[in-house]
């Protein structure tokens, strides 16, 4: 029995966890559209189903917080009362403690909240009278509260450590399931889930890769056996058996990478809330407008992009929109826009991030780095636009004067960088006075397992993920030019800057070697050569983690094993890009 309630609890914490994290962004679309009864019946429904689920379990505090909420609504949703900032303000408390409630239930660590002075604003917003917010510090002012923002809630909207999340995992109905429905909803009778632990799941994705790195070696075993034994029948029957076991694992990947794809709306259903918060504490006028949200990525993907979405979306807010004064002395709408867009492009998962701010001063970026020691006075008069902005993702830099409650500690843009590394992405940033700054990330589609390119270089194997490579070319060394100091090659009229690999890595180049073979790299809006001793291949490779390196100084990412059964370093092309050659003006 003790089981059964145990997992009655967990499927109420998940479906509450749900249900809070989708009605959230809609009482910000609320506020904006005014009463909206469709929207007001949704969210009361919510409360409404948390509450009576709470109470068959005994859960008395989420009651009482979720009763009141429920109430207001109901008010709201019948006309009885009018909407305003300061009533939204008083439910989104409310929603933030059940939020908190629900976790104390998921990490069962006892912890109890003091709910009476948000029990006591709830009563007062029924009665008409919205009151101040219960211990707040008047002489710091109100300080907004911002789902997303860790180190000002304490609870980032995620993932609670130590809990076990839930996947949801589609499976077909069976006749049984299907049959004698009657009025239940379409969507029911097609779609019904399955709730599995991610553990499973991971541990399933795991399993597939390492039957993809044994595929591999059999692959390069009946090859081998073929060139030996070509005809023999025992020979032909292995290739066949191996080739069928190749398209099994294939589709067995295909179909585990599904299962963990989630849509990227569970992060951005955030961000409508976060921006709100952040844009009423600063007194500015910030519309936020959302597209691609439907896009699935994978689950790691959901789990480590909302903090560098964050922290975007507070440099945006906090130092790229204006105040309104400022906007309408320039021309521009009172108003700010940020704009959130995702999709799919080929293999790479693409989230851009734009506002119609002010932009930012490279002039004041590349001063602040100079004063700072982190560029020499050659580099500060070497270096391009393209190479300033991406100094913003310095560890400590920031153009700020003083630091205010959202920004200007040095922190964040290089937590942006750091953590999109650690999905084998990129960053990119464009901006242009008086016009705002657009952010791109790309990320893989696939963590887990890519396709990559065989190469070595300075005596020693490396894979690198064939994405970002657009071409391979065969060149001698005559053909190497140098532009002060940096070699260079001409590929169709353009000048392309050269690297070589081993040089870039800190190996011993191969003396004396005439042919080169070059890597065309196309890392964003960059295009650069990569010169190697040897093309040895491409390969499908499983991505396994290496403790003690650090990412953003080695240029890895992983190590795999081979077909051959070689363990092989997996190169950082982005982190090259960025760090290797971001200075070079050619």
């Known amino acids: 029995m003790a089981d059964e309630m ?31 009864k469709d929207i007001l019946h949704d969210i009361f429904r919510s409360m409404h189903t948390i509450k009576g689920a709470a109470g068959f379990l005994g859960f008395q505090l989420i009651v009482d917080v979720a009763h009141k909420a429920e109430s207001i609504m109901k008010k709201l949703r019948d006309d009885e009362t009018s909407i305003s ?77 130590g809990a076990l999340p839930v996947q949801e995992v589609p499976r077909e109905a069976t006749a049984a399931q299907t049959a004698d429905k009657g009025s239940a909803s379409p969507a029911k009778e097609t779609s019904p889930t399955l709730r599995i632990d991610v553990e499973r799941v991971d541990k399933v994705m795991d399993l597939t890769g390492e039957i993809v790195l044994v595929r591999n070696r059999l692959l390069n075993i009946a090859n081998e056996f073929d060139v030996r034994y070509s005809g023999d029948d025992a020979v032909e029957s292995l290739a066949s058996t191996v080739s069928f076991l190749d398209l099994v694992t294939a589709d067995m990947q295909l179909a585990v990478m599904k299962m963990r794809m989630q849509p990227l709306k569970k992060v951005f259903s955030k961000f409508p809330r976060l921006v709100r918060d952040m844009s009423n504490g600063l007194g500015k006028e910030i519309e936020l407008k959302i597209s691609g949200e439907g896009t699935e990525v994978d689950r790691t993907v959901i789990e480590q992009i909302g903090d560098p979405m964050v922290h975007i979306l507070r440099n945006s807010i906090d130092h790229g929109i204006e105040p309104a004064e400022a906007r309408l002395q320039k021309g521009k709408p009172a108003k700010g826009a940020i704009s959130i867009d995702a999709s799919q492009q080929g293999n790479h998962i693409v989230i851009e991030v734009s506002d119609n701010g002010k932009g930012i001063d490279l002039g004041r970026v590349k001063q602040k780095a100079l004063e700072k020691g982190l560029v020499s006075q050659e580099e500060f008069h070497r270096m391009t636009d393209e190479s300033a902005v991406n100094l913003i993702f310095l560890p400590g830099f920031s153009t700020a004067e003083v630091a205010t409650q959202l920004s200007g500690r040095g922190v964040g843009m290089d937590v942006v960088k750091t953590n999109i590394a650690k999905l084998n992405g990129f960053v990119e940033v464009m901006t242009e006075k008086d016009k705002g700054t657009r952010f791109r990330i790309s990320i893989p589609l696939t963590l887990a397992i890519i396709q990559a390119l065989m190469v070595r270089a300075g005596g020693r194997q490396y894979a690198i993920p064939l994405a ?12 190497i030019k140098e532009i002060t100091g940096q070699g260079v090659i001409e590929v169709r009229d353009s000048i392309l800057p050269l690297f070589e690999l081993a040089d870039v890595l800190g190996c011993t180049a191969r003396p004396g070697v005439d042919a080169r073979y070059v890597l065309i790299i196309a890392i964003g809006d960059k295009k650069f050569g990569i010169a190697v001793d040897e093309l040895l291949g491409q390969e499908e490779v499983v991505i396994k983690n290496v403790g003690g390196i650090d990412v953003n100084s080695s240029y890895i990412v992983g190590a795999t094993i081979t077909g051959e059964g070689k363990v092989v370093l997996i190169l950082d092309l982005a982190g090259i890009s960025r760090n290797a050659i971001g200075l070079i003006k050619v």
């Open 6 to 36: 145990e997992e009655i609890v967990a499927d109420f914490i998940s479906e509450a966890e749900e249900s809070l994290e989708r009605i959230d962004p809609l009482f910000v679309e609320l506020e904006a559209k005014g009463h909206d």
């Open 85 to 161: 900032t300061a009533l939204i303000d008083v439910i989104l408390r409310s929603v933030d403690m059940l939020k908190l409630l629900i976790r104390h239930l998921k990490m069962k660590d006892g912890a109890e909240e003091d709910i009476r002075g948000l029990l006591g604003d709830l009563d007062a917003a029924l009665s008409g009278e919205v009151a101040t917010p219960t211990g707040t510090d008047d002489s710091e002012g109100e300080k907004p509260s911002v789902i997303g923002a860790e180190e000002e809630t304490g609870y980032d909207g995620g993932a609670v450590p």
């Open 468 to 479: 970002p490579i657009e071409e391979t070319l065969k060149i001698c060394a005559a053909e």
